[in-house]
């Protein structure tokens, strides 16, 4: 049996799934995305007149990243200490890698979810950076 959540604090999926499924005590979270809620807007991404993303900013796109994941974690009644693992996707390795390691590290200080982390030519909205993460629950 498993257990569908959608978490109100989080941008809306962009395809038809839910934000997180929890089967047993894992809890598996869709891939997450550094949209504001509400808004959709993504953070530090620079647009022409066409509106074309011409500039962004993988510090602040990765800082609204993990908001999301802690709105998508508390509804689930969980936390960044319960991730197991964690898929990062970024679209420019070479550009983002270091600057995104170190906001990385500042937000799971404590917590040290195994991680892998690759480049991907593009990802589903105009976004430079993705997160799709396992977690471990107390049972209920």
């Given at each position: 049996?498993?257990?569908?959540?959608?978490?109100?604090?989080?941008?809306?999926?962009?395809?038809?799934?839910?934000?997180?499924?929890?089967?047993?005590?894992?809890?598996?979270?869709?891939?997450?995305?550094p949209r504001v809620p509400g808004?959709?807007?993504?953070?530090?991404?620079?647009?022409?007149?066409?509106?074309?993303?011409?500039?962004?900013?993988?510090?602040?796109?990765?800082?609204?990243?993990?908001?999301?994941?802690?709105?998508?974690?508390?509804?689930?009644?969980?936390?960044?200490?319960?991730?197991?693992?964690?898929?990062?996707?970024?679209?420019?390795?070479?550009?983002?890698?270091?600057?995104?390691?170190?906001?990385?590290?500042?937000?799971?200080?404590?917590?040290?979810?195994?991680?892998?982390?690759?480049?991907?030519?593009?990802?589903?909205?105009?976004?430079?950076?993705?997160f799709k993460c396992i977690a471990?629950?107390?049972?209920?």
């Amino acid at each position: 049996m498993s257990e569908s959540i959608d978490a109100s604090g989080a941008p809306q999926p962009v395809g038809a799934y839910p934000h997180a499924r929890r089967v047993g005590n894992l809890l598996f979270l869709s891939g997450l995305g550094p949209r504001v809620p509400g808004t959709d807007e993504v953070p530090g991404n620079v647009y022409d007149a066409d509106g074309k993303v011409v500039d962004y900013d993988i510090e602040r796109q990765t800082r609204q990243l993990v908001a999301n994941l802690d709105a998508v974690l508390a509804a689930s009644g969980a936390s960044r200490s319960d991730l197991v693992d964690i898929t990062v996707f970024l679209t420019d390795m070479a550009r983002d890698f270091m600057r995104f390691n170190a906001i990385y590290a500042e937000c799971f200080s404590e917590a040290r979810p195994c991680r892998t982390t690759v480049e991907i030519n593009a990802l589903p909205t105009q976004i430079a950076v993705e997160f799709k993460c396992i977690a471990s629950l107390d049972p209920q």
